[in-house]
């Protein structure tokens, strides 16, 4: 955990040793080339010193001594660059030409701690310190070897150790805080750092762990006193950094937009702190200036990685366009912006970052098809990306794959536990499976890296109100609201927080402040009619609503929500009148045009359960938990749904409809798919010629990934309804033949026509509304 700071005295004393022995070995000549790379090396230029000792290591080839000096160096500057594996490589190296190459042991034995290999890692540092006892660094690490084995009462020792030998190291008294820390002894840990601090008042380690640690034990003004202290001991853009970082927890925003500016004018070159801020708080377009701006300043080495950043940010900006205001422009004008800046930089990104930038500008275009290429390439040009394998979680999550987008996110924290996207959408997906505590854990950690992460602070809130911690999660909210007061999203939160509270005044205010703020906010206006569908609203009352909404000044949000609450009703007629008014109103609602189409299917959809009635006879006892199942798959809630439709099957369900609805939900959530499969043969033996059936046997020998059969399937159910030349509503026929181009298309058989429709179809479609006749 500390050994990225265990580059101090010993350490050095060791490299000073090693280069001075090297330069005692070589001539003139190399001489001189060793002296520039070292000089590289100080200048921090890791790279450009890789590239000079490598010119040098032919000329060793056949001394073994000089060449694991060499190798040794570098290794040390390839960790320093973040080369991990190559640095690891020439370490190696190193050890096995010089079994006494302290360097290459001691580093060898960082690696392996920090990879968790706590037995590899102790016999390097054993070796180390049978040729050096007093070596402060390496009686540190292994403290931490012993930490990972559970061995206590010796890391204790070696952190102790390694303090007796230098009382001003402060990275050994650091570890050992923790350890305390960790064993509840708090105020022994603070008494170390405060200890530590005092013998190197010039270091700022000591002061930031110290602040960490009053954080934690709720300690506010010593926290920003230690991390004061921190910069005053060392003013970089670091400790800036964390202070910034303490002042956003106390929802100080125009302090901490001070002090991030202060950090990025000490390094214009390095630090970017003020834009990433402004990213991660949602401001796309002011993250994407900064950005372009330091680009003009920047070391060429670091182009890559910042240009990915413009991008990410011109990505931002445009998820938070609506769709409608784009006229006929279609989903590419959100990306333009983004396009261009990816092909003006496209030759200095790697393949594997290009590709993740491509799928991202997919995924915000709604190109599922091309989204998932580009992902997949990601993945094989970067095996070792986390953003690769996120971007797939993606595609899988727009795509309705819900357990493949959750194996992609994990996939991703596995080759970097820290990465705070797939932190995110993990929680999220616990936090809807009601796994709080989980959820919790992971939120917390991004908010805690990242505190001005506004979707991080609005999920960690939801999570918290939905454990039951309304308190904190008012809180949280209350920092979001601070971080982006122009942003709707903590108004909803607070909402839904007084919601759950049963607070519904003051809930309506804040979903109608969110409202105000952006008045296309699909959540602040669910949240608004959850308000409403929770109050006694008779007809008589929704119709004043009405009223109130058509009186000057007129409104389309108070109009659809009126509307909305018709159709809970089942007041269809009524519905529509409201959504088409709100239309008149305002042209660009496209919430209204979504809400109309949704109101047309419902009228569908209880004209179809009145169609049962006929059947009542062949339906049995289980007519009760048919028609709730129906009625629960109808309102998105698949899971009250398969366990009704289940319970309808178990009580003598007859008529296929359970059977081949069931089949449908459990292939469109890709899971129990031999079940799904045994349901829509049972579903097609009671109706062996009605195509939407058919369509659901093919949908699920699609979810199977059974292409072939998929294509025999639906190929015949149109065949069928064209032979028959039976009616066949447009839904289920567009299904038919989106299902078939799919299956065409994945099937690799490039011979068969598609008409048109490969490339435009996920296979995870999921049905309006449920077969009920």
Known sequence: MHLIHMRVASGAAVFIYLFAALLLLCGCSTHRQVEKARKLEDQGKYMEAATAYRQLLPRYASQPQKESILQARLGDVLLHAGHVQEGFAALQKAAELDAFNVLAHLRLGQLLASANAPEPARQHLALVLEQQPRNAEAHAVMGTVYISTGAIGKAEQEFQAALSLQPDHQAPAVALAELYSTMGDIERARQVLLRAADANRHEALAFLALGRLEEEQGNTPAAEDAYRNAVRAQDTPETNLRLAQNLFRAARVKEAEEVLSHADSQKPQESTSLADFELSSGRGVRASMHYLAALQNRDPSHTAALAARVIEADLDTAEQLPVESLSNSGPAARTEVARIHLNAYRPKLDPATLAVL??????????????????????????????????????NRSKGDKAGALAQWQTALSKDPAYSPALLSVAQAEYAAAQYAEAAQKAAAVVRQEPANLNALLLYARILAGSGDYEAARS???????????????????????????????????????????????????????????????????????????????????????????????LYDDAARCFRRALEIDRQRGTAVVALAENTVARQSDESLQQLQPLAGRLGGSADALLSAIKAQEEHRDDQAMSGYELALRQGEQTGIAANNLAWLYAWKGQNLDRALELAKLARDHSPANPAVLDTVGFVYLARREYSEAVKVLKEAIATTDATHATVDAETQNSLHQHLAEAIARSGDKGEPTNGMIGKFSILQKPSAPVSN
Not at 363 to 389: P, R, W
Not at 498 to 519: C, T, V
Not at 538 to 564: F, N, Y
């Open 358 to 395: 491509e799928a991202e500008i997919a995924l915000v275009e709604g190109d599922l098809n091309h989204a998932a290429l580009k992902a997949s390439e990601a993945v094989s040009q970067g095996q070792d990306s986390a953003a690769a394998y996120f971007v797939l979680g993606e595609v």
């Open 476 to 570: 949280i909210a209350g920092r979001a609201l601070a971080i982006a007061r122009q942003s709707a999203g903590p108004h909803v939160v607070l909402g839904e927080i007084e919601l759950k509270q049963h607070r519904a005044g003051l809930a309506l205010l804040e979903f109608h402040q969110a409202l105000l703020l952006d008045p296309r906010s699909q959540e602040a206006l669910d949240g608004l009619i959850e308000v409403y569908r929770q109050s006694p609203l008779k007809p008589q009352l929704i119709a004043r609503l009405e009223h109130s909404a058509d009186a000057p000044p007129r409104s389309s949000v108070m109009m659809e929500i009126a509307g909305r609450l018709y159709r809970d009703r089942h």
